[in-house]
């Protein structure tokens, strides 16, 4: 989008009450109010930013959170169009949140070539409370993460697991992309126009 | 339900022409100085009640469902930019044609004999009900038979779509029967439109694709059941728009609706809520926020000097349901029912208090074919005082922000934001301070602006249940001076409890409630008097100017 100062772009996408919110939010301000607040659909998407040091470099990431009812899913490349990460999110006690996994990955294979996505399991507490709740195994989502070359991180907001350690994946990521992009840039010809433009010859 | 008096025969004198001010010895007043009076308002004139007979009702979407406003606005702007490579409202526009055609008189007149015909079935369509079987407890509860108000949507094969009380599911062969009910008469080339069986009253209104049933046994008269499920109607269109829906029957008829609409559920709970609450609703009509006008025009100037964004077409304060301040696009106006389904939409989301929002909203009289976008977002810590800045450029979220950012930043340094805060925090006024002795409350509304004011609730209406009463005495008398067979200019209705004096001009429509014992001399000169106080506070109380990007 115009105008952002923000150096990566990361949305969020996945089946409503997968937990996408929730995710951003642990990850912004550090609290998780899923047990206090009843739940709450998010309505269009919410935008959020944060600065994370990688290398010594300080870069901005820009996050949005998308709704996830179905009938946002026609407008969701707003949200998605330019971004350098997407977060497919999936209920890991919910088997259609996953199934949904692969339309947004169609979607984005289709419409953002250059965005890396990242497969999360959501609310993986429930899942340690009692293993009798897990609807998507690992070894299921592993291979789906494979198949699109995605990383796969099983999550839980409310504990805060792997949250920080997926974000700062998707940072270092960036930056590697970036320099390697960078290095390209170095070891390309650069083709200069040099000389006198030749008349063109129809217009004589 | 104490309901005004009407059992034991009360007194009322109507007039035709409004005679009173040669009563009044307090000096006439002068209905050309209407109070909150303006030829240059930001809303458009709401021209929603008069004309919601049942004549523009039904077949004639088209009048009121406008299409192609947002496309205006980016051919008008795209030619500067050709960088632009699509539109920036994801449904295009023409897609669906909505068949035109205008119900003549003769058929009109067929449709109320139609109604009374069936007010005469009440008995057959309570019988018509098939027996529920066990699982279906929600239908046959008590609890769910004694609500007070309930509202459906179905769609036009008869598919549940939603219900203020209870479970669709559960609810599947009630709908089944209103939708006979329907289409049974639509089979005569005619159409239901209303039943009367007992103290209920059930409303339908058919509109492209969709079905909706309201049964009240409030106050409520038919035409405002038929007003409030417009708005339901148009809160949908709001979530959909009128184009997308037509696509998806017309895809498949029997397409299960719930499926869009997971979410947007509380939308409807909140509006029908704010229906029976807020009488803005009722009125077609805005209130704002009491400022001194210094303070309202600090505010829109600090919208305008940095929110110079392009495609913006309207940007807008609410706090508490009320308007601060609304700047707009030349040539374009926000409808007073479109305002009521933002003012829905800020206050049934949590979600926008946690972060800056980037929305796609549909304004059915704006524009019911498309999207505008909407940057919404709290401007105070504690999110009472919410900002939206609605554009038809799908990318401008990064601008609108920043501009956001400046906005804020100006109205601190002006004092606005506290100024609005202890507005909100303040009770907005008591009737006592318009000392008229025995006036209890009252409605007032501009016609030309679309804006109205009260006092706050005061003894004795404290109390819900009294609320709720005195607001069925407002919808008693609203629905008898507007009543589309004989409209009235003046109504004086003694009741029970309370004295109702009703008093529609072409400026102003005034609704008062005074005690029991008040005289009509005494009721008129009172109204005269309170005409003059509103006139003094107009500056505070409503938006005269309508301030242009």
Redesign the interface.
């Not at chain 1, 709450?40 to 959020?48: C, D, E, H, P, V």
């Not at chain 2, 499926?259 to 947007?264: D, F, I, V, W």
């Not at chain 2, 989301?349 to 926008?352: A, K, Q, V």
């Given at each position: 989008?115009?105008?952002?100062?923000v150096d990566a772009k990361v949305v969020l996408l996945g089946k409503?009450y997968a937990g996408k919110?929730s995710l951003?939010?642990r990850y912004l301000k550090n609290r998780f109010l899923g047990d206090s607040?009843p739940y709450?659909?998010?309505?269009?998407?919410?935008?959020?930013a944060k600065t994370v040091t990688v290398n010594g470099k300080s870069i901005i990431i820009g996050i949005w959170?998308t709704?996830g009812?179905?009938?946002?899913e026609?407008?969701s490349r707003?949200?998605y169009r330019g971004a350098r990460a997407a977060i497919l999110c999936y209920d890991l006690t919910d088997k259609s949140s996953f199934d949904r996994i692969r339309f947004w990955i169609g979607e984005l294979r289709q419409h953002e070539e250059n965005c890396k996505i990242y497969l999360c399991g959501t609310k993986y507490d429930l899942v340690e409370e009692d293993p009798e709740r897990r609807a998507v195994s690992t070894s299921n989502a592993k291979s789906l993460a494979l198949d699109c070359m995605a990383e796969l991180y099983e999550t839980s907001s409310k504990t805060g697991k792997d949250i920080d350690k997926l974000f700062t994946r998707i940072a270092t990521d960036y930056m590697k992309d970036k320099a390697a992009a960078e290095q390209r840039e170095k070891d390309a010809f650069t083709v200069k126009e040099t000389g006198r433009k030749l008349p063109c010859p129809c217009s004589s | 339900m104490a309901a005004s008096g009407e059992a034991d025969q009360p007194r009322e004198v109507e007039f035709e022409q409004p005679n009173i001010s040669s009563d009044s010895d307090q000096g006439d007043f002068n209905e050309s100085e209407a109070p909150g009076k303006s030829e240059n308002a930001p809303l458009l004139a709401s021209d929603s009640f008069d004309d919601l007979s049942y004549n523009d009702l039904g077949v004639n979407d088209h009048q009121t469902v406008h299409r192609g406003t947002i496309h205006a606005i980016v051919r008008q702007t795209s030619t500067s930019s050709d960088s632009r490579s699509n539109t920036p409202n994801?449904v295009d526009h023409d897609s669906l044609e909505v068949s035109a055609g205008e119900e003549s008189l003769e058929e009109s007149a067929e449709s109320q004999m139609q109604n009374v015909s069936i007010a005469d079935k009440q008995e057959a369509v309570e019988l018509a009900a098939p027996p529920f079987s066990s699982d279906d407890e929600d239908v046959n509860s008590p609890e769910w038979k004694n609500q007070k108000k309930h509202v459906f949507i179905l769609s036009e094969s008869g598919k549940p779509v939603y219900s203020r009380h209870g479970n669709e599911d559960k609810l599947v062969t009630i709908m089944g029967v209103m939708q006979a009910l329907v289409s049974f008469v639509q089979d005569s080339k005619d159409s239901l439109r209303s039943v009367v069986a007992g103290e209920h009253k059930f409303v339908f209104l058919v509109r492209d694709h969709l079905l909706l049933v309201g049964v009240t046994r409030g106050m409520d008269s038919t035409q405002q059941m038929l007003l409030q499920l417009m708005y339901v109607y148009n809160q949908v269109i709001s979530?959909?728009t009128h184009s997308?829906l037509g696509k998806i029957f017309k895809q498949r008829r029997n397409y299960d609706l719930r499926?869009?609409?997971?979410?947007?559920e509380k939308f409807f709970d909140n509006l029908l809520n704010l229906i029976d609450t807020e009488p803005g609703l009722l009125l077609t009509a805005v209130r704002c926020l009491p400022l001194d006008s210094q303070v309202r025009d600090v505010i829109a100037q600090s919208i305008v000097q940095n929110a110079k964004v392009k495609d913006l077409v309207f940007a807008l304060i609410i706090a508490k349901n009320q308007l601060v301040t609304l700047v707009r696009m030349k040539k374009y106006y926000l409808h007073p029912m479109d305002l009521h389904l933002i003012i829905n939409?800020v206050n049934a989301?949590?979600?926008?208090k946690?972060?800056?929002?980037?929305?796609?909203i549909c304004l059915p009289k704006f524009d019911a074919s498309g999207?505008l976008?909407?940057h919404?977002s709290y401007l105070d810590e504690d999110c009472q005082v919410c900002l939206l800045l609605l554009s038809v450029d799908?990318?401008?979220?990064?601008?609108l922000?920043?501009a956001k950012d400046r906005i804020r930043a100006r109205l601190v340094r002006y004092n606005a934001l506290s100024a609005i805060n202890s507005s909100l925090r303040r009770t907005s006024y008591s009737t006592q301070q318009c000392a008229i002795s025995d006036l209890r409350h009252f409605l007032y509304k501009a016609r030309s602006t679309a804006q109205y004011t009260s006092p706050e609730l005061e003894a004795p209406y404290t109390k819900p249940e009294e609320q709720e009463r005195l607001f069925g005495l407002y919808h008693y008398l609203h629905h008898r001076i507007h009543t589309s067979g004989r409209p009235l200019k003046i109504l004086f209705h003694v009741g029970q409890y309370e004295t109702l004096l009703g008093w529609v001009t072409q400026g102003f429509e005034l609704y008062a409630v005074f005690g029991p014992l008040i005289t009509k001399t005494g009721a008129i000169h009172a109204v005269n008097r309170l005409l003059r106080w509103i006139k003094r506070e107009e500056d505070r109380l409503f938006i005269l100017n309508s301030v242009t990007f």
């Open positions: 989008m115009a105008g952002s100062k409503s919110t951003v939010e607040v709450q659909n998010t309505i269009g998407a919410a935008y959020g959170d709704a009812s179905e009938r946002y026609a407008m707003i949200y | 994801n979530v959909l997308a499926r869009l609409l997971t979410g947007a939409l989301s949590e979600s926008f946690e972060a800056e929002s980037w929305t796609p999207f976008q909407a919404v799908r990318d401008s979220f990064f601008t922000s920043e």
